[in-house]
Nanobody, 115 residues
Framework: QVQLVESGGGLVQPGGSLRLSCAFS????????MAWYRQAPGKQRELVAR???????NYADSVKGRFTISRDNAKNTVYLQMNSLKPEDTALYYC?????????WGQGTQVTVSS
């Protein structure tokens, strides 16, 4: 059974930085594409960034140049480095992967950008 556990969220001022982590367990991490999604109150969940097993990345237009997704296969962990944070980045951030056609989600970690 795949499990995803996010950490690293918090309250940060506009312009600040945070690094989110997602610990993966249950199967061979290096085989799978990993992604970060977010959901703000009253809005649909949206893809923020994705990294493939070969470390090809893609980003939502709204975070390009500010966020960086990376993975450490030795630690079974995917990261989201978030810089130049804006109030509109405030959301619950979720880690996601698809294994054998099944979607797996973490419990989410809250990011709040406010002065």
């Amino acid at each position: 059974q795949v499990q995803l556990v996010e950490s690293g969220g918090g309250l940060v001022q506009p312009g600040g930085s945070l690094r989110l982590s997602c610990a993966f367990s249950g199967t061979i991490f290096s085989f799978y594409t990993m992604a970060w999604y977010r959901q703000a109150p009253g809005k649909q969940r949206e893809l923020v960034a994705r990294i493939t097993s070969s470390s090809t990345t893609n980003y939502a237009d709204s975070v390009k140049g500010r966020f960086t997704i990376s993975r450490d296969n030795a630690k079974n962990t995917v990261y989201l480095q978030m810089n130049s944070l804006k109030p509109e980045d405030t959301a619950l951030y979720y880690c996601n992967t698809v294994v054998a056609t099944r979607n797996y989600w973490g419990q989410g970690t809250q990011v709040t950008v406010s002065s």
